[in-house]
């Protein structure tokens, strides 16, 4: 190594606790973004073996466009030529007793066995011993039950499972890489179990001749192949992913913020050696690689350090997306990610990246600087008010080259991602001249606080523009980041309390959304009890329309006309008229997704061919970005010939003196059927707690950012301190205790903290802004109604305050520490 | 023989106010021949350093040519500036400027890496010439203002330069120290021929130069060699 190398690395043993502040804030930001790619790769990988596992050998699935389909056609199947293999399934869920809802496959274990041969394992219906094997084929009620659900639950062969339809004899064990819990059951067990006599799901093909195959079977059924399905899945995780991404990108967006801070003091500091190495005849490239290998020291040493904590993250992380993915798409179990060497590399290239990126300018500064000024010290606060208005110049440039990108936003949602960036890298650039017009009141205040002290670290704050803009500018983005998305998570929870009110009306309501299905026998038996004013059978499938998954709804319009007040785009509950005649509403998100309006037509593959129904309205809805067309019950019968009841929501009239009997004996009656039952506030209260426990991952987030922030705040204290030890010895032959010295370097960091947060409260409502007007809408295609809160405000400045404190008490320790030492000298 | 350092009609102009005439320097004209000693001699302010850092390239005049070495610096590039710097000049500074992360040993063999050689030897005799041998290993904030700035000289003198600039090498120290300094950095500079330019404003510095060059307002005038101290 260069003796040139070596006397810029060895800055670092000499300012160890900056070198430490540095190290972790590139640390935390590498590893907000490895944890969260990681977790996402976790989620997605879990999700590719959990459809392989269940699909086996399978080349293609056969079903109706909605709900089962008769098991006649598997004659037809047979005498298929393209048909190698096929097995029928029956694939529900089921309620345990514990209050787990678990997936439960009717399989053929004879068919079954050529298209998922994993389940011909030891334990197995096929491979088990033949005792068991009969009882399986000939007991009703048998099941076999998956080794992970069975340790869980400490079931064993030979003991019983207690679901909502009754109890269960286990039979064996099998092993399940899906990750989900799962049941296997014989089918024709399973059709009684389910009441539903000569109906199976779907089919699970194995065929030779695709083309031929869907030539022959193209009306009336929806055929997917593996991969097919796999991609419809994937699609729908697209937004989320994204937004996912972003997220992780925003700590290390923050972590670049205090990489240049640290580097630009680096520079500073170095400043006058690279001055004394010139007039020594080093050249300018000795000195960029030196100034080159330090950082990127860092950016390695950090990436490695954020590499490990970002997979030990995401461990926690793919719990908490698994979860999200679960409650908003369809269930997912993360299995722990393998340790992988490149994680490394990728984390030690994201070290490096964000550190050449926040060190560029610097750099750029070290090599442009004059020599005979370097020398003389530190040439960068000189300048700094003009830099800082140039620096603003640039900021009110970028800005509005981000409100260009949040227009091209329309084209698509990573405009808007671009624009959001744009805005904070915009306002960042302003925080030097921002910091100079504060300077008066700010220095009102701190003299208000603490005399003297508070006059001279506003002062401070000023002179070094150059330090205290850039951990302004970090603290600011995170500060904002975090009023943003409150307020952005805040009016969506009041959009979804406001969409719910309109909606979910029923008193009762009787089954669950992705649980067990409500039979028709219970409807038929509500409709025995007197008083009941009306009930809306609720069916909710998913279906392919061009290529993505979208929701059907059937519902009883007339039921929900009366009872209802759905948020229409246009118009009133008068729109339910046409619906009862065989129209569809669709949903927001529908319509945007679609660019279908009022009056368009949608065709939807139906069990008779396609089917083309009139679009009549359009209403606000939040449960499904994809898109939901709703429609009257008998004309989903119609098309779809599917009688399934997802759930069932009871009304009865508000003056009924039997109100609360009616409520206890409709509860009573499905109790007893071992069907869940939700009073109106319980599924609200369910329904918040799920979009609550969805945002969860946003807050980990949010906290790393701020941590990274924190990094930044007390970096940025740190540099000053060392920056000005001589000044502090001025400070104390002028007679300054270590006390004001101690409450100077405090009141700094509490300046920069007030200053941040006052940026913070126009960026953070402009941000929320975007979220909900750019980024939801365009992602998500739904609108959020933006409610102004005070909380997220609240919150924001109890972070700035305690933040910037907490960030200051190394350097009041160390004032403490050396104080008494300090001498007026240039070493 | 040609001159070590020809400055001809020198101009050094800052950007200029209405009240202040910014020029540091005004028509210089020097030459110095090799091995000589010389004091520029002058208050503060007078262009002394300016002068000085346009001879070692590291600051552009406003016009004039400067040679050193028997090169035209206006016809070097910024890369043979900077090779001149590494092997022909040494430097030394009033506040001594040794890179502080570094030991004393590393701060004089740094030079002769940047000269291009890799042997270590010649470091340690120079340290030793200074007499700070058994010091080689301290940092500059261990040892004390004169023997940093003995280290300063041994780092200017180990890669055997043509030419010593040194700005103010006594400014920063005790009468004695200075002294003791003075003596050493003229004597090596003897011993091996070196020439040696020092800006002082010292009369000290002048007693035991072979030419006093005094410098008032940006102009160079030469003192008559009278034995006396310019007062």
Known sequence: MSVVTKAFLRYLRRRRSLSLLQLLGIACGVAAAVGMALSARASLASFETAVEFIGGRATHSLERPAGPLAETVLSRIIADPAVLAFSPVIDRRILLATGETVRLLGIDPLLDRAVRPQLAHPGTPAASPAPERFAFLLEENTVLVDEQLAAQSRLHSGGFLETSRGRMRIVGTFPNASGEPLILMDISHSQRLFELGGMIDRVDLIVDDEAGFLARWKSGFRIQSGQQRRATLRDMLGAFRLNLQALSLLALFVGVFLVYNTAMFTVVSRMKDAGILRSLGAGRREIVAAFLSEILLFGACGGILGGLAGFLLSRFLSGLVAGTISNLYFFLRPAALEWDWSVLLVSVGLGCGASILGGIFPLVELVRADPVQAIRGRTAVRGAHGRAARAALAGAGVLAVSAALFWLARIHVYFGFAGSFALLIGVSLTTGLALVFCHPPLKRLLAFLAGLPGKVAAGNIRRNLGRSAVAVAAFMVAISMSIGLSSMIGSFRQSLIWWMGTQLRADLFVGKVGGAEVPESFYREMQTIPGLAGFDRYRNVQALYRGTTITLCAVDAAVLQKFTNFGWLAGGNEN??????????????????????????????????????????????????HGVVMMDRSTYLRVFNDRTITTLGVFIDPGNPQRQALLEEVSERAIRRGLPVFTRDQLRGDILAVFDSTFAVTRSMQVLSIVVAFFGIAGALMTLFIERQREFGIYRALGFSSRQVAAMTLLEGLGMGMVSFLMSIGVGTALAWVLIRVINLRSFNWTIFFHPAWEPYAVAFAIAVLASLGAAAYPIWKVYKTYPQMQIREE | MPAKIHVQDLWKEYERTEQLDSAALRGVNLEIQGGEIIALYGQSGSGKTTLLNIIAGLDRPTRGRVSVDGKDLGSLGERGKTDLRRRRLGFVFQFFNLLPTLTAFENVYLSLELAGRSDREPAFAALASVGLRT????????????????????????????????????????????????????????????????????????????????????????????GEMPS
């Open chain 1, 576 to 625: 339910w008229e046409p619906v009862k005649n065989g129209t569809v509403i669709v949903s927001e998100s529908f319509s945007r997704r679609f660019r279908l309006r009022a009056g368009d037509t949608v065709t939807l593959d139906g069990v008779d061919g396609p089917a083309t129904l009139t679009i009549t309205a359009i209403y606000y809805d939040y449960t499904s970005e």
């Open chain 2, 135 to 226: 010091k080689a290993n301290r940092y500059p904030h261990e040892l004390s203002g004169g023997e940093q700035q003995r280290v300063a000289i041994a780092r200017a003198m180990v890669k055997e330069p043509a030419i010593i600039l040194a700005d103010e090498p006594t400014g920063n120290l005790d009468l004695r120290t200075g002294e003791q300094v003075l003596d050493l950095l003229t004597g090596r500079c003897r011993e091996h021929g070196t020439t040696l330019l020092m800006a002082t404003h010292s009369p000290l510095t002048c007693r035991v130069s072979d030419r006093i060059l005094r410098m008032v307002d940006g102009i160079v005038v030469e003192e008559p060699a009278t």
